[in-house]
């Protein structure tokens, strides 16, 4: 079965800092993976998906993420922190029991909180 | 305006009463979703469907229950409300007929409080 790990429930950077938020999954086949994004008091948003294709995958307002299969982890980084920046990150695994399957339900991390000090 | 609608957008309730948690969608999507989300705990399955006809328990569907009226209603109830069902509640739904990416898009959540 899929699951989600993101180490560490609370970040926090300095404004202009390297933001790197860690997700590990686990997955009998290969998966896809999400990042969402949770401002405060707002639903969750897409960040950026990783499906097939280019391992390095870039999403909205300059963060990315890279697939590695050998390590499976998918962390999510910013190159420079900005105060806006703070939010909950989710990762998210799809649990299709095999490739191409019909289940496609996401499997959640428990978030990991990021805070940007000025 | 928003592609997925929560009403209301909050709640407070006492233990005992029923609550009804509607969703609507104008995004032409097949499934749609209820999650619950509790700090530190991250987003927990209630309940999905992949079209009218096809409901499914998610990880923690005890005490609640689901309808779906179309392909853009989706609502939850919780039949009688206890304190520990206080949390944000959200929906989403999700296009599997478009290729099949898994992408869920979210509400704005409902904040029930059940005292």
């Known amino acids: 079965a899929q699951s989600v790990t993101q180490l560490g429930s609370h970040v926090s950077v300095s404004e202009g800092a390297l933001v790197l938020l860690r997700c590990n999954y686990s997955?009998?086949?290969?998966?896809?993976l999400f990042w969402y994004v949770q401002y405060p008091n707002q639903g969750l948003q897409l960040l950026l998906k990783y499906t097939t294709g280019a391992t390095l995958v870039k999403g909205i307002n300059g963060f990315e993420a890279e697939f590695k299969k050998s390590e499976t982890s998918f962390h999510l980084t910013k190159p420079s922190a900005h105060m806006s920046d703070a939010a909950e990150y989710f990762c998210?695994?799809?649990?299709?029991?095999?490739?191409?399957?019909?289940?496609?339900?996401?499997?959640f991390g428990k978030g990991t909180k990021l805070s940007v000090k000025p | 305006d928003a592609d997925v609608t929560q009403t209301p957008r909050n709640r407070i309730t006492k233990t005992g009463k029923r609550i009804m948690l509607e969703c609507s969608q104008t995004k032409g999507h097949d499934r749609m979703y209820w999650y619950r989300q509790d700090p530190g705990l991250g987003l927990r399955l209630i309940y999905y469907?992949?079209?009218?006809?096809?409901?499914n328990k998610g990880e923690i569907s005890d005490g609640y229950s689901v309808s779906r009226q179309a392909q853009a209603k989706f609502s939850l109830s919780l039949e009688s409300a206890i304190p520990n069902q206080t949390a944000l509640y959200f929906c989403?739904?999700?296009?599997?007929?478009?290729?099949?990416?898994?992408?869920?898009?979210f509400g704005p959540g409902t904040r029930l409080t059940v005292l």
């Open positions: 989403a739904t999700s296009d599997f007929r478009a290729g099949g990416t898994d992408t869920q898009y």
């Open positions: 997955s009998s086949v290969p998966p896809y």
């Open positions: 998210a695994v799809s649990d299709r029991p095999f490739y191409g399957g019909s289940q496609g339900n996401l499997i």
């Open positions: 469907s992949f079209d009218v006809k096809d409901i």
